[in-house]
């Protein structure tokens, strides 16, 4: 097997001419007949006994080629591309075309994708600016008043009428000229005045109202409202008060402190506070930063990005997603139907994050050829000791999984970020 030509027909794509020598195709040829025979019954014959030459005489030399070019297309195709030093990202096996096939071997063409060719204008010396890390009294009575929150209890009211940020109990049953409609009805529902969870006004004039009041409620349905046939409609909801609810929260106190945490005084506690905020806020900044080298960087980046490597991003971010999902006994058909999202849909939510990953990557490979980062041998050993640490697997495994260059490839893209990184101006 062997690469005739390799020729540019398009903007990254290339055309190959390979040859299958005759040898071969003939090893290939009679596997297919050892295959097809059992199916295939002749006069005089036990079906699966008759031999290739009636076979061929009767329907053809022909016969077993389709098959037997099955088998030997995608070894030649590896090994044509493995000659050619392309960097395919696709074959396009739809476009295959035999020009000749027989005794002699077979002769075909099939065009591939190819990376495109990339120029990164700069990479050394990205401006960048750095959040603060510094916590503020603000920061930590934000957090104080979360775990308040998170450690507050609803306790009913019956000495006065429903405010804002009450949890009003009610039922409600909904009218567009004087008609119910559906899912407009719900009964003792918790709703949160505030919340925003209603049309805009409803919880407005909930406030105001006493437990066991009847009342209307008049609102008017948003111009975009999801049910088309209610966008833009008046309606009136007919409403019951049943209970109201307030959220009491505990008292900021050495009390508190004890019950949430392993300090005994609040004094301790929010000094702790401060720490930990600080570690988030300082890992918050760090990770802004070099996702603003990684913008820089794609805009520095100029490339004819083959439209393949976009869905190959997004088919890769699905297959993980999926394999997340079943580690919590879902499937992507069931997440379909619980979100009410279609394939489509959820392929489009993926692809903003597959460009940006497709395009940093492309950037990356370039810098690291222009800078000849090149793994060490020791490097390589140590990364694949890692991934067997991490899945728990023998070396010797991971090995037969992950290709010595691909991994050399991983590695020289991390390489070439952390020199980018570590190469860039950072303002305080």
């Known amino acids: 097997m062997s690469l005739k030509s390799n020729n540019p027909v398009e903007t990254n794509i290339h055309e190959l001419v390979i040859e299958v ?11 297919a007949y050892r295959k097809e ?6 006069p005089g014959f036990r079906k699966g006994k008759a031999p290739r030459a009636m076979i061929e005489r009767i329907y053809g030399k022909e016969v077993f080629y389709d098959e037997a070019l099955r088998e030997v297309y995608p070894v030649a195709v590896e090994a044509a591309i493995a000659e050619s030093k392309l960097a395919v990202v696709d074959v396009r096996t739809e476009e295959m075309s ?11 063409k099939v065009k591939v994708v190819v990376k495109p060719e990339v120029t990164v204008s700069a990479y050394k010396g990205l401006e960048v ?11 930590i009575d934000e957090e104080l008043k979360r775990v308040q929150m998170r450690n507050s209890r609803l306790v009913t009211v019956e000495d006065r009428a429903a405010e804002m940020n ?8 909904g009218f567009v000229d004087g008609v119910a409609f559906p899912g407009g009805k719900g009964d003792s529902y918790s709703l949160t005045l505030g919340s925003g969870q209603f049309i805009p006004g409803f919880e407005e004039q909930i406030v105001g109202h006493n437990v066991n009041d009847a009342f209307d409620v008049n609102v008017t349905f948003p111009a975009e409202y999801q049910a088309a046939e209610l966008a833009g409609k008046d309606a009136t909801f007919k409403v019951v008060l049943h209970e109201l609810k307030t959220r009491e929260l505990p008292e900021l106190d050495d009390e508190l402190a004890k019950d949430v945490s392993e300090f005994d005084t609040l004094d301790e506690y ?37 439209e393949v490597m976009f869905e190959q991003a997004v088919d890769n971010s699905i297959n993980d997603f999926s394999y997340r999902l079943s580690s919590q006994g879902l499937d992507i058909k069931s997440y379909l139907q ?15 994050q597959a460009e940006r990953q497709v395009k940093l990557r492309l950037a990356l490979e370039k810098i690291a050829a222009v800078e000849a980062i090149v793994p060490t041998a020791e490097e390589i050993d140590a990364e694949y000791a890692k991934i067997a640490e991490s899945y728990k697997m023998d070396v010797a495994k991971v090995k037969m999984m992950i290709a010595d ?15 980018v990184q570590e190469a860039a101006v950072i303002a305080e």
């Open 270 to 306: 929010k000094a702790d506070l401060k720490k930990t905020i600080g570690e988030r806020k300082a890992a918050e900044a760090e990770d802004d930063v070099k996702n603003q080298i990684i913008d820089k960087l794609i805009e520095n980046t100029t490339a004819e990005i083959p």
């Open 37 to 42: 025979v059992k199916n295939i019954a002749l």
């Open 338 to 352: 619980y979100t009410g999202m279609d394939e489509e849909g959820m392929r489009a939510s993926f692809r903003p």
């Open 405 to 419: 260059e691909d991994l050399a490839r991983d590695i020289s893209v991390e390489k070439a970020m952390t020199m």
């Open 98 to 108: 035999v020009e000749s096939i027989g005794a002699d071997g077979v002769v075909f």
């Open 166 to 173: 009450d949890t009003a109990v009610i039922d409600f049953e």
């Open 21 to 31: 020598d005759a040898k071969t195709f003939a090893a290939a040829l009679n596997n």
């Open 129 to 139: 600016t750095k959040m603060s890390a510094e916590v503020s009294d603000e920061d």
